[in-house]
């Protein structure tokens, strides 16, 4: 669960984010919605752990991911702005090239009671992932 609480956030003389608090459950998605200036993207980068609230504390679970994509970014050479968004997903990717693989392998396989065959159906099994997430 993401939990933001009592979030406050000043520049100058202006107060952009008051007592801001909020939770987002497991599961739920969200919209931020405000005219322009309204601390919408202050709030993400705050969330994204980009910066830091003058007051007010961010919760977060160790396993907890952020993807935050910039408004104005600066792209590597010949890379798209999808090039940079499929980066948030890396480790999916990779855990279905590997789930791939161990199904590639197991298919030419018949020593059905080895121990690295078995080791090849365990590893086919991700872990469980607490709360729900």
């Keep these: 669960m ?13 107060t952009l984010l008051d007592s801001v608090s909020l939770v987002v459950k497991p599961g739920e998605r969200i919209g931020l919605v405000g005219r322009n200036g309204a601390g919408k993207s202050t709030l993400l980068k705050i969330i994204a752990n980009e910066m830091s609230p003058h007051e007010g504390n961010v919760v977060k679970p160790t396993h907890f ?6 408004q104005d970014m600066l792209l590597p050479k ?8 499929m980066t948030a997903f ?10 791939h693989d161990i199904q590639e392998e197991l298919v030419h396989r018949e020593d059905y009671e080895s121990e690295s065959y078995h080791k ?6 991700p872990p469980p992932m607490p709360n729900g997430y």
């Design 2 to 14: 993401l939990s933001l609480n009592n979030i406050f956030v000043k520049y100058g003389n202006r």
């Design 78 to 85: 010949g890379k798209t702005v999808l090039d940079e968004t």
């Design 120 to 125: 090849l159906l365990e590893d086919m099994v």
């Design 90 to 99: 890396a480790e999916v990717l990779a855990l279905e090239k590997q789930l």
């Design 65 to 70: 991911t952020v993807g935050y994509l910039h």
